[in-house]
């Protein structure tokens, strides 16, 4: 069964540091996504991808956050300046409806 | 706007009986509605969802979820839990851009442990 991966499965950062959470979405698939889900709170939306641009993003993801879809296979989140409070696991996904989701990328920044 | 409520954070059942999760939402529009599952250290993974069709919806692992609009309700059951069955559920809306693609609403989880 088609699977998207995502890469690395866990990341720890300093503060203030870049980070690009990476993933590779179902091949055949058009829309791509990126949530989050801080420990002990619910998943949350971050943002929505859809031919090459920005379809959807909500009010955390602020101007430190960026998406990207550099070749034809990746698809990657970047936080600029990391903040204590962007640990989280971050969940990307791919499809219209009932999307797949990957695994994760548990980020931890200290 | 959209909204869900899962009314119990955590469910303990015993293997070999019914398994309840309950759920409500709230939506402007027609929902689409979902369940996922997250076992430990794993991704989310889809088990079943309606999508205006038929109001009971089947799903994978013996689950099923039945879509109630009078109570705005998508409530989860499996007749007989398996221990496979210990992992967080959560009930999401999903709503349609108007550009293209869905934004989906999560619940906040439910935590089933199954009891040998």
């Known amino acids: 069964e088609p699977e998207v991966t995502q890469t690395p499965s866990h990341q720890v950062t300093q503060m203030g540091q870049e980070v690009i959470l990476r993933c590779v979405p179902i091949s055949n698939h058009l829309y791509f996504y990126w949530y989050r889900q801080i420990l002990g709170q619910k998943v949350e939306f971050l943002v929505s991808?859809?031919?090459?641009?920005?379809?959807?993003k909500s009010e955390i993801f602020d101007d430190q956050f960026s998406v990207e879809r550099p070749d034809g296979s990746n698809f990657t989140l970047k936080i600029r300046s990391t903040k204590l409070e962007d640990s989280a696991m971050y969940f990307c996904?791919?499809?219209?409806?009932?999307?797949?989701f990957g695994s994760g990328t548990r980020l931890t920044v200290v | 706007a959209q909204s869900v409520t899962q009314l119990d954070s955590h469910v303990s059942v015993s293997e070999g009986t019914p398994v309840l999760l309950r759920c409500n939402y709230s939506?402007?529009?027609?929902?689409?509605l979902f369940w996922y599952v997250q076992h430990p250290n794993k991704g989310l993974q889809l088990l079943l969802k309606y999508t205006s069709a038929a109001t009971l919806v089947k799903g994978i692992n013996g689950f099923e979820a039945e879509f109630k609009k009078s109570e705005t309700s998508f409530h989860l059951t499996k007749p007989s839990a398996h221990m496979s069955d210990a992992a967080e559920y959560f009930c999401v809306v999903s709503v349609t851009f108007k550009a293209a693609g869905n934004k989906l609403t999560f619940g906040g989880g439910t935590r089933v442990l199954v009891k040998p």
């Open positions: 991808f859809y031919n090459n641009e920005i379809s959807e």
């Open positions: 996904a791919s499809g219209e409806y009932g999307y797949t």
């Open positions: 939506s402007s529009y027609s929902p689409s």
